[in-house]
């Protein structure tokens, strides 16, 4: 009788050994995936809550920033509630967010002249961010103090701009302020600090 080898189906243990590596493999990537997973919903998570806090991205909408900023650019606002003249700032109005530049504080003394030049507690401002000089929309008496906790504020395209020159908008209370517009993130080509 001839020594025969019976097959009985099982596998042999090269076969057991190469299947015990493949699940291990298996468990050693679906864990590392998870890790993964798990580090990029963090820092998402971390992103999304520094931009809603600390730095929020706005959109430009309309034409009252130019030729500073124009529709449809992105910006990077820093939140900060210190304040001097020329910060460009983002408030709340209406539901809305609107950016505008800081004239006066707290205090100053506000006039515009009829050619649109801004003098600041009897100081003539330098304002090289302007193209059209303007007294714009204005139901306000010059001079005029700005209130305690609030900005006065301004476009740079002050023949369109709606802003604290006019009562429906007035001065801006600090509880309203999103923050200092400091970085232009796009279009790429204008990328760069605001001045």
Do not use: W
Not at 78 to 100: E, P, S
Request: hydrophobic share 40%.
């Amino acid at each position: 009788m001839a020594n025969k080898k019976i097959n009985l189906g099982l596998p042999s243990s090269e076969q057991i050994q190469d299947e015990l590596k493949r699940i291990k493999h298996k468990r050693e990537y679906f864990k590392m995936l998870k890790g993964t997973v798990v580090s990029l919903l963090a820092v998402a998570a971390a992103a999304v809550l520094i931009s809603m806090l600390f730095m929020p991205v706005l959109k430009v909408t309309g034409s009252s920033m130019e030729p500073t900023l124009s529709n449809g650019q992105l910006v990077l606002c820093l939140n900060n509630k210190n304040f001097h003249t020329g910060d460009v700032v983002a408030f709340y109005y209406n539901n809305k967010i609107l950016l505008k530049r800081v004239i006066a504080v707290a205090g100053d003394v506000i006039s515009i002249s009829e050619d649109g030049s801004v003098t600041v507690n009897n100081e003539l401002i330098t304002e090289p961010y302007i193209t059209d000089k303007s007294k714009g929309k204005c139901d306000i008496e010059f001079p005029y103090q700005v209130p305690d906790n609030r900005i006065f504020v301004m476009g740079d395209h002050r023949s369109t701009s709606v802003d604290s020159r006019s009562s429906v908008i007035g001065c801006i209370p600090e509880e309203d302020i999103v923050g200092k517009v400091i970085f232009r993130i796009y279009p790429f080509n204008k990328f760069g600090s605001i001045d």
